[in-house]
């Protein structure tokens, strides 16, 4: 055992490498941890390891971590701790930790090394079952470590087998549903280099287990008297084990207990070189193996009765114990620095309880078990009721105390949750311990209850006279103890948070400095503004360009679905509300998809390419939404029709040349194809090879110039692009982004699904009543439409909106109200709201795009939009700006 | 996270799926000799039970197959799941 | 289709992480030709498939049926001058990827059947894992179960790694070949590499 240097609030000392950072503040006569949350009182460790409500600390080094239980720490070299008042602290440095994330299947998770754990575990091992055993301390054997009993070697070495795992500092934070569990490792802070480049930090475990055995073992539980949080006061257990592993700043020591567990402890102590004073059991007539041993070795033996109180020495650390009848009266001092505490043992239940398995409350061992078995989950040892042969306890929680004695009896001893709060609660007719937990914070700490959650139910139950399981039932909601957030993360953070898909001409946009708007997970070009140039500006000039000369857009993103089979035509009559088995080989049409509801869904272009194969476009963001769609109308209801569906979004990739001058682009970038509007016209594909690749141009416009998408593989993507900027570049060609775009189809009325819908608009709506066939029998929506909701009067319809000052860019979202005379102060009534909004370098102005009530038969009127700072007038307009006759799309 | 029995790829994990509401809700074939509350009824309405529910899903990131299985609402587990137009499995209740 | 390499770009423009001897060996296979075919198991059109292909194409989601094809991605493995490689994703559904002139092979029998059959080869892209450790560096994301009786070699399936759909064939001992989504490649190779880390 190497020695090691830590620091503690300031102070250096010396403890044992690998011990509790508790252990080695014992070890160095640290008595006095901190200061409780609320009232200032003195605290020390109580517990031995994640049960521990007291002994706080906030970590400085390494990576740092807030409130951390210091019976959890192992100390190494260098570290550095500060006492914590119950509120963390997090570091100012960044944490450069790695964290990351493993999945793992396995036959059969064993939670907990203890001898049940690992007897479990050799079970399943001999079955030639793969298992994994985890634990969240540093080594297995569970008890016996603690008692400095060596683990049977025939149940160790199973550990070592091939078709097992263990891993210890792990723990299992999460149990769900069909033996999905969640754990974290600890995998570098106990390293004597515990910052790595290369290793996490904490690994977070995802687990499918066939079986998952529950071998969680116990933590002591404390009892209810009054000053029973004096830094000395400790579970029997743990002080045990502190003192026989050489951390022993005690000379004297009481031991308070409820069964033979105080016993055993008592005779622990005194081996360790602890006077023992007293044994005060609350028992009459104790008996069992421990019992003996303890009257061998000479202890005094007080039964019948228990602590009421304690007093302090003037460090404020215990002095001597007052043990009296349970109803308070004849007690007497018993000096000790030490107050050995065993209140009996709480089995840890969360993993159950997290799935739903309701604890049983076990009279005989006073204990909450969970004895349970099925496929999916079964419990172990202390768990399951197992405590051994000698174990028999009184269920007691603590004697009767006085109104001031109340006061200063802890049930919850991190947030300073007394007996007299608990009694208020009971007082108020409060039964269930779920209100009980509300009304006085009880087990709402770092520990949730784990030592305070039982010892409250029992005294719900001594103060109305009732069993602990009357009461209710323990319940616990992952994560068993408090994670770091970035363990959780993993490397989901940063760039890897959410994918950022790309185009292949994404390089391309990147390298002219064109900032990028997220479009689902996507990234597009958003503008290409010149050097020193504003948004606004580089907008102005991109809409320009595309109006007089010729822009390129990266089209790319759109989803694409190649679409085969003899009732294509038919299929796309049913999931579009216009006609598509009319359409001609080579051409194009634009089609509105609805929901049964009959709103408008998604919108896209279809192509026929042969007479049974078809080319869908979908929106950017609708793609996958949209083929998940098609393929439930195939599967679930129409497998008769012969359609296959599949996705080819990433396959094709898009260049859309767009403005007056895009005809003599196209044919330079084509010089074989006639691209005149006789022997091309709008809507028309045409294969040709562009600048050597294979590719599909089709006359589509979302702008309402004249326009021709490049469509080629993907892997040709960046190829096609550079070669029109090249050979557009005496032409001034414009690259333009998502922002240029979206103001070019607004000048023309053309909706954006998602923009100008979200989900309550029909066709009518959106004025488009000319997308909707009158001669099919059925499509998807039709029905709808003739619902009274859906065909009522006053329903939100598409309009333009003009702002009298043209100068103005109205928000999207902002409200309207009618007149431009009506009241506009609230409260007020809104008759619609801007969908989109920009400025028009065609107009010269502002104009906006707006869901208006009856909109359609409103055109002309006046409107307002109150401001937070000023009232906006305008007019009702058409929907369409630029270009009414579209004359504009043959160039 | 539930790992839901795909019938043609056994179970995965949740996240590769998209839920699809009731099963057995045909889509009408007369739609325009309904009346409005025919209609409304197939358009909004689902029994939404306590306990176990014959629902839709698909596995849209795996196989890309709609499919039917039996869940219980109350605490997640899963009954067989079966492919469209194949007889429906007895409930698990 | 014949790719023409003076004008193609890959996604991760022929990426490479790692070596031959490390622990972790990860790069992209570029170019690799595939399609999407769609045909009901069973029928007529099935039988003219297997037939054109010399292959009986396997109808177990997540099977995998070869003709003289190795891995594809490594020249130390011996690819065959007419390989084909069926990946089963779905019921009536395969990947086919390979050296063979898959397009040849098949295009009578669209004429003649009711069968899909899309050129996917810009879809996706390729990146070969391989290495003692490939599978730890897979498992940081991927949550399907990768256990030798669950996947063993020649099992394919399609899932969610790092976010990014894609298609993984268990292709030999150690060696992964994941088929994701091109505009999820570069996302894909940053999760990775990150990965791959605490191995090389
Ligand atoms: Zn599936």
């Given at each position: 055992m190497s020695t090691v240097t830590f620091t503690f609030d300031g102070k250096q000392y010396t403890g044992q490498k690998g011990e509790s950072l508790a252990s080695a503040l014992l070890r160095n006569g640290v008595l006095h941890f901190t200061d409780s949350s609320y009232k200032d009182r003195p605290r020390g460790v109580m517990g031995l390891w994640v049960e521990e409500p007291n002994a706080l600390v906030n970590i400085d080094s390494g990576a740092g971590e807030p409130m951390v239980m210091s019976t959890t720490i192992e100390i190494v070299e260098g570290v550095v701790a500060r006492s914590s008042q119950g509120v963390g602290d997090l570091p100012d440095t960044r944490d450069n930790s790695r964290y990351d994330k493993v999945n793992r299947h396995v036959d059969v998770l064993v939670v907990g090394a203890g001898t049940s754990g690992l007897e479990a575990a050799k079970k399943f091992a001999d079955q030639g079952k793969s298992v994994i055993v985890m634990d969240d301390k540093p080594t297995a054997g569970g008890h016996l470590v603690y008692l400095g009993q060596p683990v049977p070697p025939e149940l160790l070495s199973v550990l070592d087998r091939e078709n097992v795992t263990f891993l210890p500092r792990t723990t299992v934070q999460g149990l769900y549903d069909q033996g999905y569990s969640v754990a974290t490792e600890r995998r570098t802070d106990h390293l004597d280099v515990n910052v790595h480049t290369e290793m996490s930090r904490i690994r977070t475990w995802h687990i499918r287990a066939d079986h998952t055995v529950l071998a969680t073992g116990a933590f002591q539980r404390h009892l209810v008297f009054a000053n029973n949080d004096r830094p000395g006061i400790m579970l029997s257990h743990a002080a045990a084990t502190y003192v026989s592993?050489?951390?022993?700043?005690?000379?004297?020591?009481?031991?308070?207990?409820?069964?033979?567990?105080?016993?055993?402890?008592?005779?622990?102590?005194?081996?360790?070189?602890?006077?023992?004073?007293?044994?005060?059991?609350?028992?009459?007539?104790?008996?069992?193996?421990?019992?003996?041993a303890a009257k061998a070795s000479g202890i005094q033996i007080i039964t019948g009765k228990t602590a009421i109180d304690t007093c302090e020495k003037e460090d404020g650390t215990v002095k001597c114990v007052s043990v009296g009848n349970p109803d308070g009266t004849e007690a007497a001092c018993v000096d000790g620095d030490l107050i050995a505490v065993s209140g009996g043992w709480t089995p840890v239940v969360h993993l159950a309880t997290f799935i739903g398995i309701k604890p049983t409350w076990d009279a005989k061992l006073a204990a909450f078990v969970v004895k349970h078995s099925d496929s999916l989950t079964s419990t172990a040892g202390m768990l399951a009721g197992d405590f051994g042969d000698d174990d028999e306890a009184a269920i007691f929680f603590g004697p009767k105390l006085s109104t001031e004695q109340a006061l200063v009896a802890f049930v919850d001893y991190q947030r300073d949750a007394t007996y007299r709060d608990f009694k208020r609660a009971i007082d108020a007719g409060m039964r269930s311990i779920e209100h009980v937990k509300r009304y006085t914070a009880i087990g709402t700490a770092h520990d949730q209850g784990k030592t305070s959650g039982t010892v409250t139910m029992g005294l719900i139950g001594q103060a109305i006279g009732k069993a602990p399981d009357e009461i209710g039932s323990l319940t616990f909601r992952p994560p068993y103890i408090s994670v770091p957030f970035a363990a959780l993360a993993g490397r989901d953070r940063g760039l890897l948070s959410d994918p950022e898909r790309t185009t292949p001409i994404h390089s391309w946009h990147v390298a002219s400095g064109a900032p990028m708007e997220d479009v689902g997970q996507w990234k597009r070009p958003w503008y290409f503004p010149m050097p020193g140039e504003s948004m606004h500006a580089a907008v102005l000039r991109e809409c320009a360009a595309v109006r007089e000369g010729v822009g390129v857009m990266d089209a790319s993103t759109l989803g694409k679905i190649d679409i085969q089979g003899k009732d294509a035509g038919q299929f796309l009559d049913l999931i579009y509300t216009n006609m598509f088995s009319t359409l001609k080989v080579g051409m194009s049409r634009y089609g509105l998809m609805c929901g049964i509801d009959g709103m408008v869904f998604d919108d896209g272009v279809t192509t026929r390419i042969s007479e049974n194969h078809w080319l869908m476009t979908t929106t950017t963001g609708g793609a996958a939404k949209v083929l998940d769609w098609l393929e439930e109308w195939l599967q679930t209801e129409w497998p008769h029709l012969e359609v296959y569906c599949t996705s080819v979004t990433e396959q094709i990739s898009t260049v859309a040349i767009v403005g007056p001058k895009s005809r003599e682009l196209m044919r330079r970038l084509a010089p074989s194809l006639d691209v005149s509007n006789e022997a091309f016209a709008f809507m028309e594909n045409k294969h040709v090879d562009v600048a050597g690749v294979p590719a599909r141009i089709a006359r589509i416009s979302f702008s309402g110039e004249l326009a021709y998408e490049i469509n080629v593989p993907a892997i040709y993507g960046l190829h096609i692009w550079e070669s029109v900027m090249a050979k557009g570049a005496d032409l001034n060609i414009t690259p333009y982004g998502t922002e240029t775009m979206h103001v070019l189809r607004a000048e023309k009325g053309f909706v954006i699904v998602g923009q100008e819908t979200d989900g309550t608009q029909t066709p009518d709506d959106l004025d488009m009543n000319w997308i909707v066939s009158k001669k099919k029998d059925d499509f998807i929506g039709k029905r709808s439409f003739s619902r009274a909701d859906t065909a009522r009067d006053g329903r939100h319809q598409l309009v333009g909106i003009l702002a009298d000052d043209g100068s103005y860019v109205i928000p999207e979202g902002a409200y309207i109200v009618a007149g431009a005379d009506e009241k506009t102060a609230p409260p007020v009534k809104h008759i619609g709201y801007i969908t989109s909004s920009y400025d028009s370098a065609a107009l010269g102005r502002s104009f906006a795009l707006a869901l208006v009530a009856n909109g359609l038969a409103r055109k002309g009127e006046k409107i307002a939009i109150p401001m937070a700072d000023r009232v906006v007038t305008g007019v009702i307009t058409d929907s369409v700006f630029v270009d009414k006759e579209n004359t504009r799309r043959d160039g | 996270m539930l790992h839901i029995p795909c019938p043609y790829c056994g179970p995965r994990d949740e996240t590769e799926f998209h839920y699809g509401s009731e099963a057995h809700v045909a889509y009408p074939e007369n739609s325009a000799n309904l009346t409005d509350e025919e209609w409304a009824k197939f358009v909004f309405i689902r029994s939404n039970p306590k306990g176990w529910m014959a629902e839709r899903w698909v596995h849209s990131a795996g196989c890309r197959r709609w499919f039917n299985v039996w869940r219980n609402t109350i605490n997640h587990e899963f009954g067989p799941s079966y492919k469209p137009f194949t007889q429906q499995p007895k409930s698990p209740a | 289709m014949m790719v023409n390499l003076e004008f193609a770009k890959s996604p991760l423009s022929s990426a490479e992480h790692g070596s031959k001897d490390s622990a972790v060996w990860m790069y992209e296979v570029p170019f690799t030709p595939a399609w999407d075919l769609r045909v009901e198991p069973g029928n007529d059109a099935y039988a003219a498939v297997n037939a054109a292909l010399g292959l009986t194409l396997p109808t177990k989601v997540g099977d995998v049926a070869r003709l003289n094809g190795a891995c594809i991605g490594q020249d130390d493995f011996v690819v065959g001058q007419q390989a084909i490689i069926a990946l089963c994703l779905g019921p009536d559904w395969w990947y086919l990827t390979g050296t063979a002139d898959i397009q040849a092979l098949l295009l009578p029998v669209q004429e003649a059947h009711h069968i899909s059959f899309v050129d996917v080869s810009s879809q996706r892209t390729k990146i070969e894992v391989s290495g003692p450790n490939a599978q730890d560096v897979l498992a940081h994301y991927w949550e399907q179960d990768l256990r030798e009786e669950h996947f063993p070699i020649d099992?394919?399936?399609?899932?969610?790694?790092?976010?990014?759909?894609?298609?993984?064939?268990?292709?030999?001992?150690?060696?992964?070949?994941?088929?994701?989504?091109a505009s999820f490649a570069k996302h894909l190779w940053t999760a990775l590499t990150d990965a791959a880390v605490e191995y090389l």
């Open positions: 592993n050489g951390a022993n700043p005690f000379r004297a020591a009481v031991v308070v207990t409820v069964d033979n567990q105080g016993y055993r402890d008592a005779v622990r102590l005194s081996q360790a070189g602890v006077t023992v004073n007293a044994i005060v059991d609350i028992r009459n007539n104790p008996s069992g193996p421990s019992v003996e | - | 099992a394919c399936s399609q899932g969610v790694l790092a976010k990014a759909p894609l298609i993984m064939w268990h292709c030999c001992e150690n060696c992964y070949l994941l088929f994701p989504r």
